[in-house]
Antibody, heavy 121, light 110 residues
Framework: EVQLVESGGGLIQPGGSLRLSCAAS????????MSWVRQAPGKGLEWVSIISGSGDSTNYADSVKGRFTIARDNSRNTLYLQMNSLRADDTALYYCAKGKGYTYGYPFDVWGQGTMVTVSS | QSVLTQPPSASGTPGQRVTISCSGSSSNIASNTMNWYQQFPGTAPKLLIYGDNQRPSGVPDRFSGSKSGTSASLAISGLQSEDEADYYC???????????FGGGTKLTVL
């Protein structure tokens, strides 16, 4: 069974940094593109970033471009999201999501349980 | 403001057929396949429909998807109380080079 387990969330002050991790198991990790998707409290889903299976290609939503960095370590089956210059509107539950295929256009067929990030002073 | 437009709410009675619409543009829905997710309160989203009209294993055939031009629809036939959830449409956007979601539709079974 494929499992994704996020960690690293917490309460952080505006302007601070946080690194999220997503540990994957039960799959050939490097075969799949991976994304981060967030959901602010009581709001809808917002795609944040995507990385190809090899890790050599990434894309970001305009709302996080220049502040967030996605990365992966295929030897550790782990996905990361480095979040810098955090703002109050980054407050959300952050989901790690697996694409059905290697490249960007495949939908997300497995989701983690999410890790909560709260940006507040 | 979401790139894809969905009605915020929909409702139906048990046994009824309901549809949820999703409107987009030439750079997303018209160019790429449509996907739908189902989300219950406090849980992660689940892929419900992919590739416009394909169901992952385990999804009942009461759920179906269709697409025409820049619009898509999710249909649920034989509505059941356990279908009460939030539904999101999503597609890759060639202009934004990223995934775009609809704002979500809260389905209530009366």
């Amino acid at each position: 069974e494929v499992q994704l387990v996020e960690s690293g969330g917490g309460l952080i002050q505006p302007g601070g940094s946080l690194r999220l991790s997503c540990a994957a198991s039960g799959l050939s990790f490097s075969t799949y593109a991976m994304s981060w998707v967030r959901q602010a409290p009581g709001k809808g889903l917002e795609w944040v970033s995507i990385i190809s299976g090899s890790g050599d290609s990434t894309n970001y939503a305009d709302s996080v471009k220049g502040r967030f960095t996605i990365a992966r370590d295929n030897s550790r089956n782990t996905l990361y999201l480095q979040m810098n210059s955090l703002r109050a509107d980054d407050t959300a539950l952050y989901y790690c999501a697996k694409g059905k295929g290697y490249t960007y256009g495949y939908p997300f067929d497995v989701w983690g349980q999410g890790t909560m990030v709260t940006v507040s002073s | 403001q979401s790139v894809l437009t969905q009605p915020p709410s929909a409702s139906g009675t048990p046994g009824q057929r309901v549809t949820i619409s999703c409107s987009g543009s030439s750079s997303n829905i018209a160019s790429n396949t449509m996907n739908w997710y189902q989300q219950f309160p406090g849980t992660a989203p689940k892929l419900l429909i992919y590739g416009d009209n394909q169901r992952p294993s385990g999804v009942p055939d009461r759920f179906s998807g269709s697409k025409s031009g820049t619009s898509a629809s999710l249909a649920i036939s034989g509505l059941q109380s356990e279908d009460e959830a939030d539904y999101y449409c999503a597609a890759w956007d060639d202009s934004l080079n990223g995934w775009v979601f609809g704002g979500g539709t809260k389905l209530t079974v009366l």
